[in-house]
């Protein structure tokens, strides 16, 4: 399987580099349509995996003064590979998010197919509008290739990278109270090899269950970690006071990824089993 990763340098990108350690690494913009053209012709790969959307650094809040680089990354190179892959024929992956939706949606979390309902940030309005264009657009292209849209929430894994969620929490004095979807990085990656290998299409959310807060990470933290952490509980009502832009905190229903017979475990088991292994890191 000859495969394609755009953005093999980032957080996640790397991951999928670690799966696939062969495939083709381009430093080609993803939002230059003809160089992206030029590269499928000559690489003509059978999978093209895009993991180059900007999330900002050290947050979205970059995002709010960084509107062009975001949407030329989030949304421009999402049209560009619909279309050139499309033309193609060549399956495609796309690396989403969850941060589109809001709250619990009574408890049972967003499924694939709920509208989105979250824009405060110009982070998720960009991941709001490709999302959409996927869900929109990706039926038609089940016979030209086929769109893989895979959502995380809060990536975490049991290394020291500063894109690790345990990492970033880890350096706030004050930790949102609020439970959230939470994606673990070794799950998701062997979760989506299998999708992958299989050729499955349309969107998944890829998440642990249940869900759990920030704060509830940073108590398991200073319980299996180190014990002189210090840190202060945050409200949703006092968000504004450390952030720019407004946040998304949702529960996202995996249901479909259970489905098709691969389970991700249960939030809060497995922070406490990442903790642990941290505990033991050098």
């Known amino acids: 399987m000859n495969v394609l990763i755009f953005g093999s340098k980032g957080y996640l990108g790397s991951q999928f580099l670690s799966l696939y350690p062969d495939a083709i690494t381009p430093s080609v913009d993803v939002a230059d349509q003809a160089a992206v053209a030029t590269l499928l012709d000559k690489e ?11 999330t900002g650094r050290p947050n979205v809040d970059w995002c709010e003064t960084h509107r062009e680089e975001t949407f ?14 499309g033309e193609r024929g060549i399956y495609w992956v796309h690396l989403g998010s969850g941060c589109i939706y809001e709250g619990e949606n009574g408890g049972g979390g967003y499924t694939e197919e709920d509208p989105p309902n979250f824009a405060g940030s110009f982070y998720s309005w960009t991941k709001n509008v490709s999302d959409q264009m996927l ?10 290739g086929g769109v893989l849209n895979l959502r995380l929430r809060m990536p975490f894994d049991t290394t020291q990278s500063p894109r690790n969620l345990l990492m970033k929490l880890k350096g706030y004095t004050r930790v949102l109270d609020v439970r959230n979807s939470i994606t673990f990085i070794p799950e998701f990656t062997a979760a989506a090899q299998r999708l992958i290998a299989e050729r499955k299409t349309g969107t998944y959310n890829m998440v642990n269950g249940s869900g759990i807060s920030p704060y509830r990470i940073m108590e398991l933290y200073k319980e299996i970690v180190d014990p002189s952490h210090a840190f202060e509980r945050l409200t949703l009502e006092q968000l504004p006071d450390v952030a720019k832009a ?8 995996n249901a479909k990824l259970l489905g098709e017979g691969i389970p991700m475990g249960d939030a809060e088991e497995t922070v406490r089993a990442a903790l642990r292994t941290l505990r033991k890191a050098p």
């Open 44 to 54: 003509k790969p059978d999978v093209v995996i895009n993991a180059a959307g900007k």
């Open 72 to 85: 030329r990354s989030n949304v421009t190179g999402v049209v560009t590979l619909l279309e050139e892959c």
């Open 135 to 144: 869900m929109r657009f990706g039926e038609g292209w089940k016979g030209r």
């Open 246 to 253: 407004a946040r998304s905190n949702c529960i996202l229903n």
